[in-house]
C-alpha cells in the first residue's frame, strides 16, 4: 500500500496562513470521510490535530482546520505562530486490509 | 489522564526478534471501546502503523509486517505487547504504542494517546 502523498516543505510566516495537502486516492482519502492530521515536534511523539476530515479534538486551537475535495485532503493553519512549526502527517483509512495509511510528512518552517 | 509508556531493549541483533510492552495507566485497557496500538518511525522517516489489539486479544494487522508480529495483552498488568521477528536493519525506528477506537466507530481510525516512543536499533 503506497503512502499519501505530502509536500515536503511548506513555509510561511507568522500570522499568514498555510495549506498542506495530502493526495491518495478513491481507495483511501477519496472513498472516506477519515482523514486525520497529525503534529509532531522534534523527539516527541506525534498528537492528534484533526480527525474525520475536519473535527478538532479538545484543546486544539481553532487556528487549525480541516477539509477534503475528491482525492485531496488540506490542513490549513491561520495565524501562524512559531510554535507551529513542526512536521505534520496525515493519516487515512483504506479499503485495503491495512487499517490505515500515513502521508510521508511535511515539514512547516515559521520564517 | 491516560499515559502510556512503552519498555524494552533499545538494542537487537539482526535476525533476532524486538520485544516491547507498552504500559498504560490512568485508564483500563480492558475498556470495550477502544483498541492499543503500534506504530514506529524510522529515523528521518514517516509513520507507519503495526498492528493493534483488543483486551479480548482479537487483532488488526498490517499485511506487510503480519507474517513476523505477535502481539499479547495481559489485562492484569494493564499491559500489551509487541514481538517482531527476524529484524534487520529496517526495522531500526522509534516505536510509539498507541490508543485507537473500536469498530464500527469512526474512532478506529485515528490515534488519540501515544507514548513518549521508544528507540529500537537493529545492529550487531
Known amino acids: 500500500q503506497s503512502a499519501l502523498t505530502q509536500p515536503a516543505s511548506v513555509s510561511g510566516s507568522p500570522g499568514q496562513s498555510i495549506t498542506i495537502s495530502c493526495t491518495g486516492t478513491?481507495?483511501?482519502?477519496?472513498?472516506?470521510?477519515?482523514v486525520s492530521w497529525y503534529q509532531q515536534h522534534p523527539g516527541k511523539a506525534p498528537k492528534l490535530m484533526i480527525y474525520e476530515v475536519s473535527n478538532r479534538p479538545s484543546g486544539v486551537s481553532n487556528r487549525f482546520s480541516g477539509s477534503k475535495s475528491g482525492n485531496t485532503a488540506s490542513l490549513t493553519i491561520s495565524g501562524l505562530q512559531a510554535e507551529d512549526e513542526a512536521d505534520y502527517y496525515c493519516s487515512s483509512y483504506t479499503s485495503s486490509s491495512t487499517l490505515v495509511i500515513f502521508g510521508g510528512g511535511t515539514k512547516l518552517t515559521v520564517l | 489522564q491516560l499515559q502510556l509508556q512503552e519498555s524494552g531493549p533499545g538494542l537487537v541483533k539482526p535476525s533476532e526478534t524486538l520485544s516491547l510492552t507498552c504500559t498504560v495507566s490512568?485508564?483500563?485497557?480492558?475498556?470495550?471501546?477502544?483498541?492499543w496500538g503500534w506504530i514506529r518511525q524510522p529515523p528521518g522517516k514517516g509513520l507507519e502503523w503495526i498492528e493493534s489489539i483488543y483486551y479480548s486479544g482479537s487483532t488488526y494487522n498490517n499485511p506487510s509486517l503480519k507474517s513476523r508480529v505477535t502481539m499479547s495483552v495481559d489485562t492484569s498488568k494493564n499491559q500489551f505487547s509487541l514481538k517482531l521477528s527476524s529484524v534487520t536493519a529496517a526495522d531500526t525506528a522509534v516505536y510509539y504504542c498507541?490508543?485507537?477506537?473500536?469498530?464500527?466507530?469512526?474512532?478506529?481510525?485515528?490515534?488519540?494517546?501515544w507514548g513518549q516512543g521508544t528507540l529500537v536499533t537493529v545492529s550487531s
Open positions: 478513491s481507495s483511501d482519502v477519496g472513498g472516506y470521510k477519515y
Open positions: 490512568g485508564g483500563s485497557i480492558s475498556s470495550n471501546s477502544h483498541y
Open positions: 498507541v490508543r485507537h477506537g473500536a469498530a464500527p466507530a469512526p474512532t478506529q481510525y485515528y490515534f488519540d494517546y
